[in-house]
């Protein structure tokens, strides 16, 4: 019987899917296990799914690994690196022509977020403004959640909304060096970025809890040497967009894990009641 692999695939074109199938073939072939791949539109069906123990293996961004973690639902075998390094950030984009230039300047703006269960793309930005003096829950005009990072990108481009929130890399200088706008076609230029926080501790790869060691060992010993084969570093960068997979280790989670239980206590990761209003009028 196949190993089910369980992953976000919202808006994923038919080529994604197709290198995401050709990537578990390799894996299993490294692995000598059958990957079969389960595409889910958003994390909360992707989280559901490993809940349920419906899969067997599954890619989660970090909020969805720790309420999983916490539920002892899940083992985590690697985690995703890039340049070296683990970490990833929030970024707040507008319009390049936005008059908004401040925190300040985003009260009684829309928001566009990916998601309740996506870090970059909402659970920190909404910490993060509130540190700095905004409520988003009762100062921001609409919210509305997109899906996807690309899609919240495209929502500030298309005058849709006001800022939103995403994820960066930074390189060693600070400066972003890849995000989901820098992928969509004349996004670049349309969009500043506004305000960065962080960092965030990368997406990890794991297993539903009562899969069997040998094979969980098998599996996280795949995914490591699939960056050291011609084909396998091509897919990983293309299908995870990281260089190289590492054994998986807690640096990052407990800062993430804490500043969660605080803002749940204090009602931060509840959107506001117009949620749904998309009307306002564009600020800039």
């Given at each position: 019987?196949?190993?089910?692999?369980?992953?976000?695939?919202?808006?994923?074109?038919?080529?994604?899917?197709?290198?995401?199938?050709?990537?578990?073939?390799?894996?299993?072939?490294?692995?000598?296990?059958?990957?079969?791949?389960?595409?889910?539109?958003?994390?909360?069906?992707?989280?559901?799914?490993?809940?349920?123990?419906?899969?067997?293996?599954?890619?989660?961004?970090?909020?969805?690994?720790?309420?999983?973690?916490?539920r002892?639902?899940?083992?985590?075998?690697?985690?995703?690196?890039?340049?070296?390094?683990?970490?990833?950030?929030?970024?707040?984009?507008?319009?390049?022509?936005?008059?908004?230039?401040?925190?300040?300047?985003?009260?009684?703006?829309?928001?566009?977020?990916?998601?309740?269960?996506?870090?970059?793309?909402?659970?920190?930005?909404?910490?993060?403004?509130?540190?700095?003096?905004?409520?988003?829950?009762?100062?921001?005009?609409?919210?509305?959640f997109?899906?996807?990072h690309?899609?919240?990108?495209?929502?500030?481009?298309?005058?849709?909304?006001?800022?939103?929130?995403?994820y960066?890399r930074?390189?060693?200088?600070g400066?972003?060096a890849?995000?989901?706008?820098?992928?969509?076609?004349?996004?670049?230029?349309?969009?500043?970025?506004?305000?960065?926080?962080?960092?965030?501790?990368?997406?990890?790869?794991?297993?539903?809890?009562?899969?069997d060691?040998?094979?969980?060992?098998?599996?996280?010993?795949?995914l490591?040497?699939?960056?050291?084969?011609?084909?396998?570093?091509?897919?990983?960068?293309?299908?995870?967009?990281?260089?190289?997979?590492?054994?998986?280790?807690?640096s990052?989670?407990?800062?993430?894990?804490?500043?969660?239980?605080?803002?749940?206590?204090?009602?931060?990761?509840?959107?506001?009641?117009?949620?749904?209003?998309?009307?306002?009028?564009?600020?800039?």
């Amino acid at each position: 019987m196949p190993l089910v692999f369980a992953y976000c695939a919202h808006a994923s074109s038919t080529a994604t899917k197709k290198r995401m199938k050709d990537m578990l073939a390799l894996l299993g072939k490294f692995a000598c296990v059958e990957l079969e791949p389960r595409p889910l539109d958003t994390y909360p069906e992707l989280l559901a799914c490993m809940d349920k123990g419906e899969a067997d293996v599954a890619w989660l961004p970090p909020i969805s690994f720790i309420l999983l973690e916490r539920r002892k639902k899940v083992t985590p075998l690697v985690s995703h690196h890039r340049g070296g390094r683990a970490e990833f950030h929030s970024v707040l984009l507008v319009r390049t022509a936005s008059k908004i230039h401040t925190i300040a300047g985003l009260k009684g703006a829309r928001a566009a977020w990916v998601d309740k269960h996506s870090a970059a793309g909402y659970v920190l930005a909404r910490i993060q403004l509130a540190a700095l003096g905004l409520d988003p829950r009762t100062e921001l005009a609409s919210e509305r959640f997109y899906g996807s990072h690309d899609a919240v990108v495209r929502a500030v481009v298309g005058e849709k909304a006001d800022f939103c929130a995403t994820y960066a890399r930074l390189d060693r200088a600070g400066a972003p060096a890849r995000g989901a706008w820098m992928d969509l076609p004349g996004a670049e230029a349309a969009v500043r970025v506004l305000a960065t926080f962080g960092t965030i501790p990368s997406d990890v790869i794991a297993t539903r809890a009562d899969l069997d060691p040998e094979t969980r060992s098998m599996v996280r010993q795949a995914l490591i040497d699939a960056a050291f084969d011609v084909k396998g570093a091509m897919l990983v960068h293309d299908v995870f967009g990281v260089d190289e997979f590492r054994p998986w280790t807690d640096s990052g989670y407990t800062t993430l894990r804490r500043a969660m239980i605080r803002a749940a206590a204090e009602g931060l990761l509840e959107p506001g009641p117009i949620s749904a209003d998309t009307r306002t009028k564009p600020r800039g």
